[in-house]
C-alpha cells in the first residue's frame, strides 16, 4: 500500500551505519515521513548493506579477501551490534526486549512496514562490487542497485536528506 | 458519551512513535472522503503529533476528547 501524495515532499536518506540503533533511526524517519505522504528513498551504502542482507550473505564473495570480510563482517535485520554498550550480543537483546516492552515494532518489522508504504530501499553499487556482493544476497523488498549520480539526483530535489 | 461520530475506529492504546501515525495514515487509505476515523491512544504526544500529521497530509481534526488518560482524536478524511 503506497499513500504517496505528489505535493508533499520527498525525504532520502543515506544509510551508512550498520548498527541495530542506528537503523531503527533511520527506519523511524522513514515510516513517519511515509506515513506523511512523503516519498520516501533509502540508499544503503558499505556497512549500512548489513540491514538488507540474507542470511547466504554470510558466505558471498569472489576471492579470499571479499569472503573473509563478509564472514567476519556478517549482519542481517535480524542481527545487528549496536554502537555503543553492545557487551557482545547482549546489549541487542536487551534492547529488542525493552522495545518489545514498548511496543516498537522488531527492525524486520519496520522494513516490511516501510516498503508496504512504498519507501524505496537502494543498495550502493560501488560497495557492493568491492565486497563482492550481488542482488540475491539482499531481501526481495530491496530496490535495483543504484550508483552515487542516481542518489544525487533523488537527493538534490529532496525536501530532507540525511546521512546515517 | 460523545457527540462525536466516528466511521471507524482505531485502537492504538500501548503504541509509541511512529506507529499511531503509521497506523492512522494506513487506517485512512482505507476510508472514503468525508469519513471520520477516532483514533484512541494514551500517547501523550500523539496529541501534538497526529494534528500535524493531519495538517500536512490535507485531513482534518474533527475533534479531541480527554479521558483520564486516554486520548480520542476525530480525523475526518478529506483527501
Request: hydrophobic share 45%; with cysteine.
Amino acid at each position: 500500500m503506497t499513500i504517496q501524495k505528489d505535493n508533499a515532499g520527498s525525504v532520502t536518506l543515506v544509510l551508512f551505519s550498520g548498527e541495530l540503533d542506528k537503523a531503527m533511526a533511520a527506519f523511524i524517519i522513514a515510516t513517519s515521513a511515509a506515513s506523511m505522504g512523503m516519498k520516501v528513498n533509502i540508499f544503503f551504502t558499505f556497512w549500512g548493506l548489513n540491514i538488507l542482507k540474507k542470511d547466504k550473505a554470510r558466505f558471498a564473495g569472489f576471492n579470499i579477501m571479499q569472503r573473509m570480510m563478509n564472514f567476519m563482517n556478517f549482519g542481517t535485520a535480524r542481527k545487528l551490534a549496536m554502537t555503543k554498550m553492545n557487551m557482545a550480543g547482549a546489549g541487542p537483546a536487551m534492547l529488542k526486549m525493552m522495545m518489545g516492552q514498548k511496543k516498537v515494532p522488531t527492525l524486520p518489522a519496520f522494513i516490511k512496514m516501510a516498503h508496504e508504504m512504498g519507501v524505496k530501499f537502494y543498495p550502493c553499487e560501488m560497495s557492493m562490487k568491492v565486497m563482492g556482493l550481488t542482488k540475491e544476497d539482499f531481501i526481495d523488498e530491496c530496490s535495483e542497485v543504484i550508483g552515487a549520480v542516481s542518489y544525487l539526483s533523488e537527493a538534490k530535489d529532496s525536501n530532507v536528506n540525511l546521512f546515517i | 458519551m460523545s457527540e462525536l461520530s466516528a466511521t471507524k475506529e482505531l485502537d492504538a492504546k500501548g503504541l509509541v512513535c511512529p506507529m499511531p501515525s503509521v497506523k492512522t495514515a494506513l487506517a485512512l487509505e482505507g476510508m472514503k472522503t468525508g469519513e471520520v476515523l477516532k483514533v484512541i491512544t494514551d500517547d501523550p504526544v500523539s496529541k501534538r503529533d497526529l494534528p500535524l500529521w493531519a495538517k500536512s497530509t490535507g485531513n482534518e481534526v474533527v475533534g479531541i476528547e480527554e479521558d483520564g488518560t486516554l486520548i480520542n482524536i476525530y480525523l475526518k478524511k478529506i483527501e
